[in-house]
Each structure stands twice: as C-alpha cells, then as structure tokens.
C-alpha cells in the first residue's frame, strides 16, 4: 500500500506565494506519476498538476498554467507545488494523488491519495 502525506497549507494574501509538499511511504515503486488536486467548498475536485517521477514530464490545469510549478524529489519520494501569484479562486483543500498508470486526468485516475492540506488565499 501507499501514504501520501501533505504539508504547506495555509493562509495568504492574493498575489502571495505558497510551496506544498507531499512525501509518499510505502510502497513508493508503483507509483509512477504524481499530482495535485483540489477542492473549493460546494465544488468538485479539479485536477491542478501532474508529473512523471521518471521523465520528469508535467501537465496543468489551465487555470494555474503560468503560476504553479510542480516538482519531484524522487530520492525522497516526494513532490512539490510551488504556487505563486495566489488569487482567492485558488482557495481551497488541495490533495496530492498518485497512480501508476496516467489516464484522462479525472479524479478516479488516480489510486492514492492523501488527506488534504488547505490553502486559504485572502483578496
């Protein structure tokens, strides 16, 4: 089995910046791509960033192209989220997700998944 554990959440002000983190315990091997989702109360999850731990290849929601960058240390079996320039539309429980195999990038796509970390952008 696989836990992921996030941290970084928080409050801050729009146009602030934030880094997430996310380490992964267990049976890390199977996991061969890493992400982020995200949640805004009374919303769906929407998927936010994706990498491939071997190729390093990245995907991104529209909305935070430009603004978040997502990272993997895969020596520490983690991944990261930088996220600046922050708008209060980014506010919500941010999830970070694994899988060993990439389908469409819809929720069910991905196998594991941690418990959420808030992030909270003021205006």
């Known amino acids: 089995q696989v836990q992921l554990g996030e941290s970084g959440g928080g409050l801050v002000q729009a146009g602030g910046s934030l880094r997430l983190s996310c380490a992964a315990s267990g049976r890390t091997w199977s996991i061969y791509h890493m992400g982020w989702f995200r949640q805004a109360q009374g919303k769906e999850r929407e998927f936010v960033a994706a990498i491939t731990r071997g190729s390093g290849s990245t995907k991104y929601a529209d909305s935070v192209k430009g603004r978040f960058t997502i990272s993997t240390d895969n020596a520490k079996n983690t991944v990261y989220l930088q996220m600046n320039t922050l708008k209060p539309d980014d506010t919500g429980v941010y999830y970070c997700?694994?899988?060993?195999?990439?389908?469409?990038?819809?929720?069910?796509?991905?196998?594991?998944w941690g418990q959420g970390t808030q992030v909270t952008v003021s205006s």
């Open positions: 997700v694994g899988t060993r195999l990439l389908g469409s990038l819809a929720p069910d796509d991905f196998n594991f």
